[in-house]
Nanobody
Framework: QLVESGGGSVQAGGSLRLSCGAS????????MGWFRQFPGKQREGVAV???????NYAASVKGRFSISQDSSMHTLYLHMNNLKPEDSAMYYC?????????????????????WGPGTQVTVSS
């Protein structure tokens, strides 16, 4: 089970840290990631982290967002800095088993099996 927290409203240029608590499995053994969905749009990948700690980011957030995980606490984080109004979306935590080599670098939502309910991020200008 995945549960996100930390969403909210912030002004442009501000920061937020999203957290994803995992129960029932050990995140460090899975591909983990953050995705977001804008109203009326398909879900898109934001940042993913592999079980070896390697990461991959969408071009739109590279340099501003950082994904990390605390394996001992079964928690995944997304540190978001210099937020922009276009970052406003519902953010989801997701996980999938590393079924094949390279999967943990995938930002494609359809590759992920397990999802949290989401947390809303709103950035005002």
């Amino acid at each position: 089970q995945l549960v996100e927290s930390g969403g909210g409203s912030v002004q442009a240029g501000g920061s937020l840290r999203l957290s994803c608590g995992a129960s029932g499995f050990i995140p460090s053994r899975y591909c983990m990631g953050w995705f977001r969905q804008f109203p009326g749009k398909q879900r898109e990948g934001v940042a993913v982290i592999a079980n070896d700690g390697s990461t991959n980011y969408a071009a739109s957030v590279k340099g501003r967002f950082s994904i990390s995980q605390d394996s001992s606490m079964h928690t995944l984080y997304l540190h978001m800095n210099n937020l922009k109004p276009e970052d406003s979306a519902m953010y989801y935590c997701a996980a999938t088993t590393p079924r094949y080599r390279g999967l943990c670098r995938s930002l494609i939502p359809q590759n992920y099996e397990y999802w949290g309910p989401g947390t809303q991020v709103t950035v005002s200008s």
